[in-house]
């Protein structure tokens, strides 16, 4: 079994519509629960960081972490086009300045 | 500039070649990293700097590959006698002590 599972998509939708992104991982130690995104030809960048289980909202974003389950999701309401993007989970049993576990990530876009 | 800075930005090499790829940390990160991103995949963690510490190895794939930290900023990741499954984009990300991770935007390296 991956440490990490992410469906890679590709994931198509209107802008507008709610879009849900989801993770699942096997290993208990994961304390710390990030998601990335990342532009072609681009560095990925942090868009949520969160630590317990439970949501953490931003503006459009939602973040939610479900422990017992090992999955965590999230959300993007009112997409728009520039949201197109890869978005990859994350995974530290320690902090977000550590060795980070990424999933493979999915590719978003969000058609006008 | 305030960012992760990568260079070459694109490398391309015969098979059976070394090549180095730098990464100039933002300025003041006590913490450095190195990933690679094949195509289609996620982000595979190979190399961990923090301060003064014995750097965290556990993911460089083979002896082939080094990686050294000189006074603490700049990081040069070297890729002795390069095979074709070497070819992938080579991310450099740095962080202070317990904050976000900072990407560059990469080194995609071409093996021929």
């Known amino acids: 079994q991956k440490e990490v599972e992410q469906d890679p998509g590709p994931l198509s939708v209107p802008e507008g519509a709610i879009v849900s992104l989801n993770c699942t991982y096997s290993?208990?130690?994961?304390?710390?629960f990030m998601w990335y995104r990342q532009y072609s030809r681009k560095g990925p960048e942090l868009l949520m960081y969160?630590?317990?289980?439970g949501n953490k909202e931003d503006g459009r974003f939602t973040a939610q972490v479900d422990k017992s389950s090992k999955y965590i999701s999230l959300f993007i309401r009112d997409s728009q086009p520039s949201d197109s993007a890869t978005y990859l989970c994350?995974?530290?049993?320690?902090?977000?300045?550590?060795?980070?576990?990424f999933g493979s990530g999915t590719r978003l876009s969000i058609r006008p | 500039g305030a960012g992760v800075s990568q260079s070459p930005s694109n490398k391309v090499t015969e098979k059976g070649k070394d090549v180095e790829l730098r990464c100039d940390p933002i300025?003041?990160?006590?913490?450095l990293y190195w990933y690679r991103q094949s195509l289609g995949q996620g982000l595979e963690f190979l190399i961990y700097?923090?301060?003064?510490?014995?750097?965290?190895k556990s993911g460089l794939p083979s002896d082939r590959f080094s990686a050294e930290r000189t006074g603490g900023s700049v990081s040069t990741l070297t890729i002795q006698r390069t095979q074709q499954e070497d070819s992938a984009v080579y991310l450099c990300?740095?962080?202070?002590?317990?904050?976000?991770?900072?990407f560059g935007d990469g080194t995609r390296l071409s093996i021929l």
């Open positions: 990300a740095s962080s202070s002590d317990l904050g976000a991770q900072h």
């Open positions: 290993n208990s130690a994961f304390q710390y």
């Open positions: 969160t630590y317990s289980s």
């Open positions: 994350a995974f530290s049993p320690y902090s977000s300045a550590s060795k980070i576990i």
């Open positions: 300025s003041g990160h006590t913490a």
């Open positions: 700097f923090q301060g003064n510490s014995a750097p965290d």
